[in-house]
């Protein structure tokens, strides 16, 4: 099974909601051919192996979450292989926990709201990726509305030698006053909705990161990427959800050469470079291995 990451095309921050002390968000996720790779085989046990990664693991959560509801399939043994840069904004720990969801349940009938209420208590990501493609996520992110893929784009990503925590994005944010009105979410809301209907190119106003100053505050050797990724040709460059990911985007026929182009000049000064193309849900069926 493979777990795609995500890019934001396009976030937006609101101020924090009482009932959870989450932020409210109008932002439009985006599936990659970047993805992290799942093996799933019956064990004595359910465990999540993750090698170099430390701590808690959502897709292990994912899976006690399951049995908690009384899913009785078979113990699970799941190995991940990182792709996804960690702590990188570009939520590899909730397309994991999506894939295990998947994984186990092989997208069984009658269990799609029991699925998406596990993926919402793991985190505000996990829902917008249990079925890969475009969607725009408004809430915390956890609420999702699938629409048709873009024209043809592609991106580089470009990651950094170092992490940001999510939390502390969203405190500097609020330190900076990056919150946006409520009023002001809902037209952004109305604006990428009808930009998202017509499946053509989000307008350039529409492609912005309210997330990326408070990233290039903390840690503002991120600016270097940015300015190497424009000047690799990208018709728009961003920071990924909280960062430190930096991402170009090239629209129309022939994109995917000309990233895959960029990454390659790119990768002598920012060695992790790689070029990366959108995917949708076929992407991340399961395959049945020998």
Known sequence: MLAPAKVNLGLFLGGVRESDGRHELVTVFQSLSLADQLVGSEAEIDEVLCPGVAGDNLAARAIAALRARGWDGPPLRIEIEKRIPVAGGMAGGSADAAAALRLALGFLPGRAEEVEAIAT??????????????????????????????????????????GLATADVFAEADRLGSARSASALAKLREFLQAALGAAGRLPAELIVNDLEPAALSLRPEIGGALEAVWGAGAEHVFVSGSGPTVCGLWWGIGAAARAAAA??????????????????????LPVMLD
């Open 263 to 284: 990454a390659d000049s790119l990768r002598a000064e920012w060695p992790g470079a790689l070029a990366a193309t959108p995917v949708n849900a076929e992407f991340a």
């Open 121 to 162: 208590g793991l985190g505000a990501d996990v829902p917008a990726q249990l079925l890969p493609g475009v969607s725009l996520g408004t809430g915390a992110g956890e609420l999702v509305e699938q629409f048709p893929a873009l024209p043809e784009h592609a991106y580089v990503v470009v990651p950094m030698p170092f």
